[in-house]
């Protein structure tokens, strides 16, 4: 079973290029969840995708990169979704998936994995269910 630290070096190893890029600094002053940053909460998540991998046993099954990118970028939507706006937030829970793999594209070389683990991440609120383990 892997450690915390362990972990910790899986996720910065797949997405050093991920947690240092410039548009992380919107996902950093950004609220997810109550007190939790979007950068924090994604970074939480690819630890966890990458702890249930490992208590799973899904080595064999997982592509380790592309989960951790996906856990990354799976909310790379790069604004504050509390902030009133034009009504364009008030579906943010439907809504989001696309802008973030949008938004991942755009930034990043992502694989067909990432791109359908981000875009369905919201699966049963979006209606599609991932083709990947990995999401």
């Keep these: 079973m892997l450690s915390r630290r362990a972990i910790g070096r899986i996720v910065r190893h797949y ?12 996902e ?16 939480r998540v690819a630890r966890l995708a990458v702890w ?14 592309s989960l951790v990118r996906a856990a990354l970028l799976h909310d790379y939507f790069l604004y504050d979704w509390h ?12 809504r989001h998936p696309a802008t973030a793999e949008r938004n991942a594209r755009a930034d990043f ?11 369905t991440h919201m699966f049963p609120l979006t209606p599609v269910p991932p083709r990947h383990v990995e999401g």
Excluded: K, P
């Design 83 to 94: 902030e009133h706006d034009d009504g364009t937030h008030r579906w943010h829970g439907f």
């Design 15 to 26: 997405g050093a290029d991920i947690l240092t890029h410039e548009h992380m600094e919107v």
């Design 52 to 65: 249930l991998a490992d208590r799973l046993r899904l080595w064999r099954r997982v592509d380790l990169r």
């Design 28 to 43: 950093r002053r950004a609220y997810q969840h109550g007190n939790v940053t979007t950068y924090e909460h994604s970074v």
């Design 109 to 119: 070389a992502i694989d067909d994995v990432v791109a359908n683990s981000i875009r």
